[in-house]
DNA sequence: CGGTTCCTGACAGGAAGCTGAACAAAAAAC
DNA sequence: GTTTTTTGTTCAGCTTCCTGTCAGGAACCG
């Protein structure tokens, strides 16, 4: 999922934006309403994390305006919990869910996922090359429809094409996917992981660019 | 909505009663855990309104046994301030929210609304892998129709796959859900638990993928 | 054709994972 | 308060299969 988190408190936000990126969820953190407004105009998100106190105004407001434009993505309030006024006008005007700080950090994994299971129906920003389904923050992969399990190193190669498409990726890059920095390899490991891609993905996934390195079908 | 309320307390039971009747509901109210069993099993309600301290046993009793029926109305619990471990385990028994006396009536309310809200149009949760049934809201677990039951670390882990279902869950977040964050574990735990989920609940629920994690079959 | 680059099956060795059993700790029953 | 039962953790030996290497052959290019 595509969360907004709309929160000013370093600390906290810092903390909540960790844990919801271990959960495989990408993130974007603003610290004030006017900037997250922009983000909103701009990009899809699938749910929005907002603390009520802002240093530009009322969270409030921003979900009023959100909701005013018709816009229903889920939001779940953040308060402290002397706000229950605000905790309730947010309810009415729409919110989801809220939470009050200070919140346990499952107890938010939890509500962001009850949320996303609620409008799951759009999954995960997946990345397609003809049969292939490449799911890059949950880790799967699926060809004609199965699952396809590959091994730790066959991920980081894939992982290494998928932050460079349309580009050619050269065999030293993708060597330094393979092993941490300075580890000494002397064989074709790099081709023979391309060999086992391959064979897992379909031949046509992965082209071979002579002399330079490799580049995936898109 | 059809409400039952549990309370002892003559005052705040009258208090809750009238506010949530002025909120348009309907308000049937008990003072003992007997009658209150008798009105469910008569009557078909939305939500429950519990107190955990009541004259005839525990409210916790009353929402294991509505559990244990296979029963996924909403609870709300109701706890004095000191009572926190009930709370927890009320959470843990599948409680869905709670209130700490003295609370605002508002925020009655507005509980009332986020779980009326949260339950519409998804009646019953239930995750189902081949002979496996799985009930998150109320923590049961059938295979091929028989009632399993999960010890609570068995179920921690078993909810975290839940929490990221089609995703390879990596060891560490499974060792998360296991322990507090932060006490490090030198030890194959999580294995051991893999196993023994395994041995309830079939062998190819969850899946091994080697050197990244595990992923629930589905 | 000759030289170079790339592909891929096979294989040994070892790392990762599995699980029965033993022990410790906690909870429940008495 | 003591015993019994359940639950949680650790360990060791076993199994699985990942991984790096190599070698023979295929593809490419001048």
Redesign the pocket.
């Known amino acids: 999922m595509r969360i907004l988190l709309v929160e000013d408190e370093p600390n906290l936000g810092e903390a909540v934006r960790e844990h919801i990126v271990a959960d495989s969820h990408a993130v974007d953190w603003f610290k004030r309403i006017d900037e997250a407004e922009d983000a909103l105009a701009t990009t899809s998100y699938e749910l929005v994390l907002l603390d009520l106190h802002l240093p530009d105004g009322r969270g409030l407001d921003l979900l009023k305006r959100l909701r005013g434009n018709n816009d229903t993505t889920p939001v779940i309030i953040i308060t402290a919990r002397d706000q229950i006024s605000d905790r309730i006008e947010g309810l009415n005007e729409g919110a989801d869910d809220y939470l009050v700080k200070p919140f346990n950090l499952d107890e938010l994994s939890a509500r962001v996922q009850a949320v996303a299971r609620r409008y799951s129906g759009h999954p995960n920003p997946l990345f397609k090359v003809g049969q292939v389904e490449i799911n890059q923050a949950s880790h799967v992969v699926r060809v004609g429809g199965k699952t396809v ?1 590959l ?4 991920w980081a190669l894939l992982d290494q094409f998928l932050r460079h498409t349309q580009a050619v990726v050269s ?1 030293s890059q993708l060597e330094d996917a ?2 941490a920095f300075g580890s000494e ?5 790099v ?5 086992r891609l ?2 897992k993905l379909g ?1 046509d996934i992965i082209q ?1 660019v ?4 490799y580049r995936l079908e898109g």
Chains 1, 2 share one sequence.
Do not use: A, P, Q
């Open positions: 399990d091994t730790s190193r066959e065999k393979l092993y390899v002397e064989s074709n490991t081709e023979v992981y391309i060999s391959r064979k031949r071979t002579r002399g330079i390195g």
